[in-house]
C-alpha cells in the first residue's frame, strides 16, 4: 500500500501546473518589465524635426523640472488616441512634455503629423534610427517616461496617457516629486 | 469585438514579416565583424515579433536593433558587451537563450531532474518486479496434513 | 438561413452530445442493454449533425456571405476558392467547430467498425468521447460561436492572412486536428479500462489502431507544418521551437511512447499503469497545446487573436478534464495489475526504456515552453526561452534513445542478450564511426551535433536492417529469404519502416540544421554569386500578377562547372487587401540539398535586387523521412491482425500466444 500514493503524482503535478496557467491568464506576456526605473536618463542627443526650429532634444534637457518624455509617431494609431489629451495637459501647463518622433521614414511625416493634430511639446528631437528608444528600452508606441528633476526616471507609461493614467498614477507621482525636490538635501522620490 | 480583433491581427500582421531581414546595406565591410554582429543578432530576441531572432526579423525596431549592433561592434565594444547593453534596455527577456542565474536555475536543471527521476522510476520498477517474484517463487511450504491431503487426492486420481 | 441552420445543428449536437454522455455510462455500470445501446446511434446521429453543422459554415465562406461575421472577418471575394475553404478553420471559431467534427468522427468511427468491442466497453469509451465533446461544444455556444452575425453586412470581408494563402498551409490544421483530436480516443479508452478496473491483451489491441492511426495524421500534420514554414518564411529555416510547434510536439511525443507501451501490454501484459497514463498524458498534452495557443498565456508566431476570457472557459475545461482523469487513475490504477515480468535487458526493457525517455523529452519541452509563464507568475521577471535552450536539452535527451533503437528489435521478450545484439550490430556501429569521421572531416565547421547526428542516422539505419535481414535470415539462408519477407506481418515492416523513416529524417536534419550555406547581397541582372560550389545567375525581375495580389517576380539560373542544372522563380507578393507582403521562394531540390532563391525589394533605379541565396544540404530527406514513418504506420494500420478477429476477452495466454 505504500505505493499507492505514488499514483496521485501526476495529478498533483497537474495541480500546481493548473494554478500557474490560472496566474498566466492575468499576465501579459508582452509586457517588459521597466529596466531603467530609478536609473539616470540615458545619454542621447537628437537633431530637430523640420519646422521647429535649431534646437533638438538632448538628455541634458531634462534637468531642473520634472518633465514627461512621450514617445510617438505619425505612424502610430494609438498616438492619435493619446494625443488630445496631451494637448490638454499642454493647456493646463501642469508638466512639460518633450517628444520623440520615431521611425519617420519621411522627414516631413512628424511635421506634418503635428500640424494637423496640434503640437504638447516643447522639445521634438528626431529618431529615425530608433537610437533613443532603444536606449530608453522602447519596444511600440506610444511610451512615456517620467523624469524628475534630476534626471532620473522615475516611471515608465506603456500605452495612451488617458485622463485615468494622469490622475491616478502621473498627476500624484510628479506632484509628490516637486514637493520632495524643493525640499533641501532630500531626495526622497516615490516609485 | 471586431476592433479588437482586427487590432489584434494586425499586429500579427506587423509582427509576422516573412524575411529579407538582413538588407545587403547593413551588411559590414569586415566579414570577421559581419560574423560577429550575425552571431550576436542570431541570438537576440525581437521584442516587437512573436518568436523571431533579430537577425530573422522584417521589423523596423529589429532592423534599427541590428545597425545598434554593428554600430558598438565597429566602435570596438566586445559581444558580451553588445550583448550586455542591449539586455540593460531590455531585460533577460530579449535573450533567446536564458542566462544561467538563480531564476533559471529550475529551468536548466529541471531536464537532468526528469532524467534523473526517470532512472529512479526504473530502479523502483525492477526492484518491485523482482519483490514480486521472489513471492512467488517462496511458495509457503505444505504441512504435513495438506501434504497427506494431496497425497490422497494424487491417488484418487490414479486409480 | 445557413448560418441558423448550423447554429442550430451545433447545439443539437450538444444535447445528443449530453445524451452520449451520460446515459450508456450508466447503463454499463448497471447492466443495462437498452442505455449502453444508445451508444452507437447517439455517435452516429452527433457525427451527423457536427457535419451538417460544419457543411453549413464551408458553405458560408463558399457563398462569401459576409453577414456572417466570422466570414466577414477571414475571407473575401478576391480569394481563390481553396482558400475561401480553408479559411473556415483558419480562425479561432472555425477550427474548434473542426476539433469537435474530428472528435465526432472518431467517435462514430468506433461506433461503426467497433463492433467486436464488447457492448460495456464500447458504452463507456464512447461517453467519454462525448463528455469532451460537450465541453468544447458549450466553449463554442457561449464564447466562440461561428454562426454569429454582423449588423450591417459590408460589401466585402477581410482576408485570411496571406500567410495562410497557400495549398501546403490549407491542409495543415485538418491533418494535424486528426492526429492530437484523434488521441482523444485512446484517452477514451484509457478512462474505459479505469472505470472498469481492467486492462488487458484485448484492451491494447483495440486501442492500437485509433491511436496508430491519430499518430499518423499527427507526424503527416508536423510534418506538413515544417515544410510549409521552410518554403514559405524564407529563410530555410523548419522548426523554431515556437510554442504552438512545441505544443503539436509534445503529444507526438507522448503518442509515440503510448504506441510502444501499448504493445507491452498486448504481448506481455506488463507496463499497464504507464500505458493508460500515457493515452492520458498524450490527450491532456493536446488539450494543454488548445489552450495555450487561444489564451494569450503565450506569445506566439501562431497564436490566433486571443482572448483571456476564452482562456479561463478553456482551462476549466482542462481542470475537468484532465484533472479528473488523473484523479481517476490516481484512484484506480492501482487497481491494474500486471502479470507480465521481464529483465531490464529485453524487449521490453527496451521499450520501457523508449517509454521513459519520451516522457522525459517532453516535460523537457513543457519546461521551456511553460518556463517563462512560471517565472513570471512568481514575479521573477521575464525571461524567453528560444531555441538555444531547446536544442541544447532535448538532443542529448534523444541520442540515447536512438542509440537504443536499433538494439530494440533484436533484443528478446522476457529477457535480452546484449552482447548478441551488439555482435549483430557490428556493421551499423562500424558504419556509423565511419559516417562520423567523414562528415567531420568533410564539413569541419559544422556544429558538433549535426555531425553526431549523421552517425546516429547511419547507425540506426543500418541497424535496422540488420534486422530486418536478420529476420529473414537473408544472409545464413538466402534460399527461402524472398518467401519469408513476403510472409513478414505488415506490422513488422510497420516497425521497419518506422525506424527507417526517422534515420532519413534524422539525416535530414542534421544537414540542414548543420551546414546551411547563405549569400545576401544586391544582385544587377546577369550578375553571378558562387554558393557552396554552384553558380547562381541573377536573370532580372518582372511584375507579376495573381488574383487577389501583385509580386515582383525573380528569375535565377543555377549552374554546376558550367552546366545549367535548374531555373528558379522566386516572387515577393503584396497584397493590397490583406495589407502584407509575403515571399515565395524559388527552391529546386535535389538529394544532395535544396537551391533555395529569395528576392526582395529593388535597390535603386538600374534593375538591381535584394538577393538571398542559400543551398539547403540533405532537406529532402527530411520530408522523405517522415513520409516513411507514416506510411510505415499506416501499413500497420492495415494489419489484418488489428482488424479481423480482434480477440474475445479470453484468458491472457491465448491472446499472448496469437501475437507474434
Known sequence: MNNRWLYTIPLAIFCVLGIYLGIGLTLDPKQLPNMLDGQPVPAFDLPPIKDRGAKGFASTDLEGDVTLVNIFGSWCVACRTEHPYLMKLKEQGAVPIHGIDWREEDPDAGPRWLKRFGDPYTLVGDDPRSKAAIAFGVTGAPETFLVDQKGVIRYKHIGPVNDEVWKEVLQPLIQQLRRNGSQTGGQKGGS | MLKRLLLATALLFAALQPALAVDPAEVLDDPALEARARDISKGLRCVVCQNQSIDDSDATLARDLRLLVRERLTAGDSNKQVVDYVVSRYGDFVLLKPPFKFATLALWLGPLLFVALALIAAFAFFRRQRAARAETVAAPALSDEQKKRLDDLLKGDGS | ?660
Open chain 3, 1 to 660: 438561413m445557413t448560418a441558423e441552420l448550423g447554429h442550430f445543428t451545433l447545439i443539437l449536437a450538444l444535447c445528443v452530445a449530453l445524451v452520449q454522455a451520460v446515459f450508456p455510462l450508466v447503463g454499463a455500470a448497471r447492466d443495462n442493454e437498452v442505455w449502453m445501446g444508445l451508444a452507437r446511434p447517439t455517435a452516429m446521429f452527433q457525427f451527423l449533425l457536427v457535419a451538417i453543422s460544419f457543411g453549413c459554415l464551408t458553405h458560408l465562406y463558399v457563398t462569401s456571405d459576409f453577414s456572417v461575421l466570422n466570414v466577414a472577418s477571414n475571407s473575401n471575394t478576391a480569394m481563390p476558392m481553396l482558400y475561401k475553404i480553408s479559411g473556415v478553420w483558419g480562425n479561432h471559431e472555425g477550427s474548434l467547430l473542426l476539433w469537435v467534427l474530428i472528435l465526432a468522427i472518431f467517435g462514430a468511427a468506433v461506433a461503426a467498425f467497433g463492433r467486436n468491442l464488447p457492448p460495456a466497453l464500447r458504452a463507456r469509451v464512447l461517453s467519454v468521447q462525448s463528455m469532451i465533446a460537450v465541453g468544447f461544444y458549450l466553449f463554442m455556444l457561449f464564447t466562440s460561436n461561428p454562426f454569429e452575425r454582423l449588423f450591417p453586412a459590408p460589401i466585402n470581408g477581410r482576408e485570411l492572412n496571406p500567410l495562410l494563402q497557400d495549398p501546403g498551409l490549407a491542409f495543415h490544421p485538418p491533418m494535424l486536428y486528426l492526429g492530437y483530436v484523434g488521441f482523444s480516443m485512446a484517452f477514451s479508452f484509457a478512462i474505459a479500462a479505469l472505470i472498469e478496473g481492467r486492462v488487458d491483451a484485448a484492451w491494447a489491441r483495440w486501442v492500437r489502431p485509433w491511436t496508430m492511426a491519430a499518430w499518423c495524421f499527427l507526424t503527416g500534420g508536423i510534418t506538413l507544418g515544417s515544410w510549409w514554414a521552410y518554403y514559405e518564411l524564407g529563410w530555410g529555416g523548419w522548426w523554431y521551437w515556437d510554442p504552438v510547434e512545441n505544443a503539436s510536439f509534445m503529444p507526438w511525443l507522448a503518442g509515440t511512447a503510448l504506441l510502444h507501451s501499448a504493445t507491452v501490454v498486448e504481448k506481455r501484459d506488463s507496463l499497464k499503469g504507464w500505458t493508460v497514463l500515457l493515452a492520458i498524458i498524450t490527450f491532456s498534452l493536446s488539450l494543454l497545446g488548445t489552450f495555450l495557443v487561444r489564451s494569450g498565456v503565450l506569445t506566439s508566431v501562431h497564436a490566433f487573436a486571443t482572448d483571456p476570457t476564452r482562456g479561463v472557459f478553456i482551462l476549466m475545461l482542462l481542470i475537468v478534464v484532465i484533472g479528473g482523469s488523473l484523479a481517476l487513475y490516481a484512484f484506480r490504477a492501482p487497481k491494474l495489475v500486471s502479470s507480465g515480468l521481464f529483465q531490464p535487458i529485453s524487449r521490453e526493457g527496451a521499450l520501457l526504456f523508449n517509454n521513459l525517455v519520451m516522457t522525459t523529452a517532453a516535460a523537457a519541452v513543457l519546461l521551456g515552453t511553460l518556463y517563462p509563464l512560471f517565472l513570471d507568475a512568481i514575479g521573477g521577471g521575464k525571461v524567453s526561452v528560444g531555441p538555444p535552450f531547446f536544442n541544447a536539452v532535448f538532443i542529448p535527451i534523444m541520442i540515447p534513445m536512438i542509440a537504443a533503437m536499433a538494439f530494440g528489435p533484436l533484443l528478446n521478450w522476457k529477457r535480452g542478450d546484449l552482447v548478441a545484439a551488439f555482435g549483430q550490430l557490428k556493421l551499423a556501429a562500424i558504419l556509423g564511426l565511419v559516417a562520423l569521421a567523414a562528415t567531420y572531416m568533410w564539413q569541419t565547421d559544422g556544429p558538433i551535433f549535426a555531425t553526431l547526428g549523421m552517425g546516429l542516422a547511419v547507425w540506426l539505419a543500418v541497424g535496422t536492417l540488420t534486422e530486418l535481414a536478420g529476420r529473414a535470415r537473408l544472409f545464413s539462408a538466402p534460399a527461402g529469404a524472398w518467401g519469408r519477407f513476403r510472409r513478414m506481418p505488415r506490422a513488422s515492416w510497420g516497425m521497419v519502416l518506422g525506424h527507417f523513416g526517422l534515420a532519413l529524417a534524422i539525416a535530414g536534419m542534421a544537414g540542414a540544421g548543420g551546414w546551411t550555406k547563405e549569400s545576401i547581397q544586391t544582385m544587377h541582372p546577369g550578375e553571378k554569386v558562387e554558393l557552396a560550389g554552384y553558380e547562381f545567375t541573377f536573370d532580372g525581375a518582372s511584375e507579376g500578377q495573381g488574383p487577389n495580389y501583385t509580386a515582383i517576380v525573380g528569375k535565377f539560373t543555377v549552374r554546376k562547372g558550367g552546366d545549367e542544372i535548374a531555373k528558379l522563380v522566386a516572387e515577393k507578393r503584396n497584397y493590397p487587401i490583406g495589407g502584407m507582403p509575403t515571399t515565395e521562394a524559388g527552391i529546386e531540390t535535389r538529394l544532395a540539398g535544396d537551391l533555395y532563391a529569395v528576392i526582395g525589394d529593388p535597390e535603386g533605379e538600374d534593375g538591381a535586387y535584394v538577393t538571398r541565396l542559400y543551398f539547403n544540404p540533405l532537406v529532402v530527406w527530411m520530408w522523405i523521412g517522415a513520409m516513411v514513418m507514416v506510411f510505415g504506420g499506416v501499413l500497420s494500420l492495415t494489419d489484418r491482425r488489428y482488424r479481423v478477429g480482434a480477440p474475445k476477452r479470453s484468458r491472457a495466454g491465448a491472446a499472448v500466444a496469437a501475437g507474434a
